[in-house]
């Protein structure tokens, strides 16, 4: 039997520079709690994050490859979707997501594109709040096989 894992997706450097990094880690802290505490496990790439901020040329290629070992490991991502439109990196893994047909669940608004066929394609369950979606995912995905 294995645990369901889920893949926490989300802006990050767009709160790293803009001085609000916390909107990247608090509410992935909560997920990982709340999953964590039903047994599902979680892909949190905010830790050791700060690695990645001070020496970005030496880890950009190495981020590119650790978030696709995640991503194709996992079976459900779990998405914030503030600043998703500033977010090439929470863009590109959701659509490898799309790729190899994992369950995407979202909360929050993306203002510019949530109108979008395309961009609605790409969730399983949109939700208001995070509280929400880790409800969704353990509604659904707790069960061990």
């Known amino acids: 039997m294995r645990n369901t894992s889920v893949y926490l997706v989300g802006a990050m450097s767009a709160f790293y ?12 802290k909560y997920a990982n709690n709340k999953l964590f505490d039903t047994g599902i496990s979680v892909f949190d790439p905010t830790n ?11 880890y950009n290629g190495g981020v590119i490859f650790q978030n696709y070992t995640y991503l194709t490991k996992c079976d459900v991502l779990l998405v914030n979707l503030d600043k998703f439109d500033d977010s090439i990196g929470s863009i590109w893994e959701v659509g490898v997501a799309w790729e190899h047909h994992k369950p995407v669940v979202a909360f929050g608004m993306c203002d510019k594109w949530s109108s979008r066929p395309h961009f609605q394609s790409l969730f ?3 939700f208001d709040d995070v509280e929400s979606a880790c409800d969704y995912i353990i509604s659904l995905y707790s069960q061990k096989i």
């Open 17 to 28: 520079y803009s001085g609000e990094y916390e909107r990247a880690t608090d509410w992935r």
């Open 48 to 58: 050791n994050s700060h690695e990645h901020f001070n020496f970005p040329k030496e």
């Open 124 to 126: 399983t369950a949109i």
